[in-house]
């Protein structure tokens, strides 16, 4: 099981990018990259998922070097609604760990 | 479609009480799952199925929980006798791989149990 290490918190200032760089060292050859998004008294939801190179679609981008042991989610010009726990998970077992809490102020 | 529904969405009860979460995942999916939530431990996978039949839970800790899933579009999960300990958000999320992207979940609202 792929373990993964990420930031635990992150600042950030309306209109700016925000980038969450995870650690996953031992990454299996078939594990997915895929990152969720949590508010504040909700359920997680999907962001983006990908397996190697750069994915994007209209929340984020997904960037995955050649060797696959790590990622960054970036986040384009962030608003106050984008505050919110962010978390990188591998694999086929869904550990969420503690995640990344960003926090956008104005 | 409704999403994943959790009822109820709060829960206060007392030490010892029995106390049952239930979920009714998406329609058509054949994957659920009960996660724990709180501050000290983040989020935890419980127990998850796959076409109503339990694959791991290695995550449920201790006999005082269990999780059944009698049909499709049905879940519950148990805590006998429930303790403070147990104060947490749960949540139930779906899935179809077949459908929708790898590892993608539909989580719920979650429920807010107390244990007081």
């Known amino acids: 099981l792929a373990k993964t290490t990420q930031p635990i918190s992150m600042d950030s200032y309306e209109g700016q990018e925000v980038n969450i760089t995870c650690s996953h060292n031992?990454?299996?050859?078939?594990?997915?990259i895929t990152w969720y998004q949590q508010f504040p008294s909700q359920g997680p939801r999907f962001i983006i998922q990908?397996?190697?190179t750069k994915v994007t679609n209209e929340v984020a981008s997904l960037f995955i070097p050649a060797d696959r042991k790590s990622s960054t989610l970036s986040l384009p010009r962030v608003s106050l609604s984008d505050t919110a726990v962010y978390y990188c998970?591998?694999?086929?077992?869904?550990?969420f760990g503690a995640g990344t809490t960003v926090t956008v102020r104005a | 479609d409704a999403g994943v529904i959790q009822s109820p969405r709060h829960e206060v009860t007392e030490m010892g009480q029995e106390v049952t979460l239930r979920c009714k995942p998406i329609?058509?999916?054949?994957?659920l799952f009960w996660y724990r939530q709180t501050m000290m431990r983040g989020l935890e996978l419980l127990i998850y199925?796959?076409?109503?039949?339990?694959?791991?839970d290695s995550g449920m800790p201790e006999d005082r929980f269990s999780a059944k899933m009698p049909n499709a579009s049905f879940s519950t999960l148990k805590i006998q006798p429930s303790e403070p300990r147990d104060s947490a958000v749960y949540f139930c999320?779906?899935?179809?791989?077949?459908?929708?992207?790898?590892?993608?979940?539909?989580f719920g609202p979650g429920t807010r149990l107390t244990v007081l």
């Open positions: 998970l591998v694999g086929n077992k869904l550990s």
């Open positions: 199925f796959n076409n109503n039949v339990p694959i791991d």
């Open positions: 329609s058509g999916h054949n994957s």
């Open positions: 990908g397996y190697k």
């Open positions: 031992n990454i299996a050859t078939n594990d997915y």
């Open positions: 999320a779906s899935t179809d791989p077949g459908q929708s992207s790898y590892n993608e979940q539909f």
